[in-house]
Each structure stands twice: as C-alpha cells, then as structure tokens.
C-alpha cells in the first residue's frame, strides 16, 4: 500500500516528493490482456493470466480453436508478475482474463476490482476475501477508478442468447487522479456508442486498447477491437497515447503485433500507438 511504500522510502533515506508532483504513469505490458498499471504510485495488476505456455485448449467455436493457450509463455516468473502490485482489476472471468493459475497463486487478501455481483460472488468462492464491485466510481490509494461498461461482440452476436451467455458482460476503467495523466482500460470490447461518450467526457490522456480482433465462428466482426479500432481513436483523441495489447497469446485473436505495427506504419501512427512486447513497460512523460 501507498504509505507502506512511504515508510519503506524514508527508511531507505529516499525524498519523497510531495504537493502536486506526482509519480510517472507507466504500463508494463505483461502478456495478452495482463499488464501492471503504475498509477499516482499505486501498481494495478489488469487481468491476470499467469498458466504456463499451451495449459488449455483452444477456445471452442472460435478461429483456430486447434491451438493451445496462452500460445507463449509469461516473459518472467509468476512472482515477478506480482511484485508491487497494490491491486488487481479483473475486467471480466473469461479464462484468458482471469484463469486458474492465477486464481491459486495471487494472494487472497488483495483487493480484486470486478464489474458486478455474478463475479464478485465467483471469486469469493474462489478464496479471495477483498473483492470490490467496481458500482459506477470508486477510489482506492488516491485514485479514481470509474467503470464503463464493454460490449464483448456486435449486436447480431447477442441476439442469440447462447452466444449472449458465452460472451457474457465485461468492462473497462478509467483512472484519474489530480495532477495525473486520466488512463482509459478499455477492456474487452467492440466500439460503441458508450466508448464514443467515455472518450468525449473523459477526455483520457492515455488508452489501453485490447486489439487483437478475436473471432468465433460463424460471424465475420470481431468480438474485440482490432486495427481499424487503433485508426479511429487515433483520430478521434489526436492529442492522446494509445496501448494496443490482446495480442499474439490466445488462439482466436486474428490480428499480431506485427499486422497492428505494419498498419501503424501505413497510417504513420507510430509517433502515437506504442505495440509493446511481453514484459516491456511503456513510461508516459507528465
């Protein structure tokens, strides 16, 4: 916690700095949709999925489904994932979001962030005894943590209500603190008229894109965001930093990082849009 770390510092014979200057606003890319947000010094774990390379079966009923999951491994140990990490979001329980490695490895007294009731009450029963429903606006350590709510596939996709069940519900975040770069997670979704209202009242600073354009079976539109997605956001916050993650890991995605950097390229983004690769940390300039 925030004034564990202050005792540690002074202890250590380090200046802290007080007033409005603040900690540097840092995502270190971990793999997949996992990544440590550093946020107004306070390091949230987004979606941990911490198995070993190829531990499950590819997802039925979706693009490639022959493969095995997560197609890589985690570029450190699972330790390391964890180190100085105050928190963790947890988007939505799909296995590539939230799996069982992690659920037995992470300490159960740390405070989870969910979307609602149905996953809260899941990982209660999973051992965890700090998990927070995330009901609009919260703030944890100084920092304002507000939900959005995702759509994890088009319209055609939920009008079934077997697919709607599959997909089920996911969110985003956005963080905000005075004096602090405001960060939009925007988690697993498709753009929607909600994204649309959150980049206009937000006005974030930085985005957290899940791009990778995962796909099942049977429609043509992706049930996450992908290269097309980076271009309008680019365009639409022209004075904003974009993170394109969801990448490479997981059977279904259909766009790598190196189709997202080769189109970044083509639409000469790459002053904008930063593909980091598993285990690099992207650091923002305040």
Known sequence: MKWMK???????GVTIMSGTALAQVSYQHVRNATGKLSYNETTFLIDPMLAEKGRYEGFAG??????????MDLPE???DV?????????????LDHWDEVAQ?????DIPVFVQDEKDAAAIHKEGFRNVRVLDHE???EGVTLKRVEGTHGTEEMYENPENAAVLGESMGVVFSAAGEKTTYLMGDTVWTARVTKTLHNEKPDILIMNTGYAKVLGFNEGIIMGTADVAKAAEFMPNSKLVAVHMDAINHCTVSRKNMRDFIHMMNLEKQVYVPNDGETVNFDK
């Not at 979706?62 to 197609?71: A, G, I």
């Not at 180190?83 to 963790?88: H, P």
């Not at 037995?104 to 159960?108: A, H, L, M, S, T």
């Open 77 to 79: 140990s699972k330790e």
């Open 104 to 108: 037995q490895f992470i300490n159960k």
């Open 82 to 94: 964890l180190k100085g990490v105050d928190a963790l979001i947890v988007t939505h329980t799909h």
């Open 62 to 71: 979706t693009f490639n489904s022959e493969e095995r999951n997560p197609k």
């Open 138 to 140: 919260m703030e944890f």
């Open 6 to 12: 202050t005792l540690v510092a002074a202890f250590l």
